[in-house]
T-cell receptor, first 116, second 112 residues
Framework: GAVVSQHPSRVICKSGTSVKIECRSL??????MFWYRQFPKKSLMLMAT?????????EQGVEKDKFLINHASLTLSTLTVTSAHPEDSSFYIC????????????FGPGTRLTVL | DAKTTQPPSMDCAEGRAANLPCNHS???????VYWYRQIHSQGPQYIIH???NNETNEMASLIITEDRKSSTLILPHATLRDTAVYYC?????????????FGKGTHLIIQP
């Protein structure tokens, strides 16, 4: 149980385009989903927290107008990187927390974004 | 949340027990110790967590010192697939709605 999927697993796009990444909880309802970013040889950095039906909370330094997050249902959250630039190239990972009283997060496999 | 300190890297022979230490000297009474690992180019995987008692599951054992200032993750029979970066993270009880703060972790390399 507690499986989280991400789509796509890898995307290459041209500078200036927008890219949407989906995160789905497959066998549980995710009350809270998180988005992380990881640059090469670095640790994961939390970008934002989203709760179903409400606006996402962004970490300091993360541009909310550039990284649009939608958590429209209890099983789906999307991250849209708008007007992507080469410096946005990174490994984007989502996680989900579902069961009340359970604190562990379950992570998706990640999406490798390369902006040319 | 309390900060954790881990060695940057460790080697272990395949088939032997891998013991990964973590210091969390400023841990509070309501904070749990969680362990995750990240295999190269994959998302992190939950391993185990504990408050003050030792814990064991199908993946690993977690030994927490009596003063709770440090802990050890034990992989009893390491395999090559256990090569990964292991993160020790302290999370407050009820903090499931909080994003995780990942340190640098320990890069465990299992040698054949």
């Amino acid at each position: 149980g507690a499986v989280v999927s991400q789509h796509p697993s890898r995307v290459i796009c041209k500078s200036g385009t927008s890219v949407k990444i989906e995160c789905r909880s497959l066998d549980f309802q995710a009350t809270t989903m998180f988005w992380y970013r990881q640059f090469p040889k670095k640790s994961l950095m939390l970008m934002a927290t989203s709760n179903e039906g409400s606006k996402a909370t962004y970490e300091q330094g993360v541009e909310k107008d550039k990284f649009l997050i939608n958590h429209a249902s209890l099983t789906l959250s999307t991250l849209t990187v708008t007007s992507a630039h080469p410096e946005d190239s990174s490994f984007y990972i989502c996680s989900a927390r579902g069961l009340a009283g359970v604190d562990e997060q379950f992570f998706g496999p990640g999406t490798r974004l390369t902006v040319l | 949340d309390a900060k954790t300190t881990q060695p940057p890297s460790m080697d272990c022979a395949e088939g032997r027990a891998a013991n990964l230490p973590c210091n969390h000297s400023t841990i509070s009474g309501n904070e749990y110790v969680y362990w995750y690992r990240q295999i190269h180019s994959q998302g992190p995987q939950y391993i185990i967590h504990g408050l003050k008692n030792n814990e064991t599951n199908e993946m690993a054992s977690l030994i927490i010192t009596e003063d709770r200032k440090s802990s050890t993750l034990i992989l009893p029979h390491a395999t090559l697939r256990d090569t990964a970066v292991y993160y020790c993270i302290v999370i407050r009880a009820g903090g499931g709605a909080d994003g995780l703060t990942f340190g640098k972790g320990t890069h465990l390399i299992i040698q054949p």
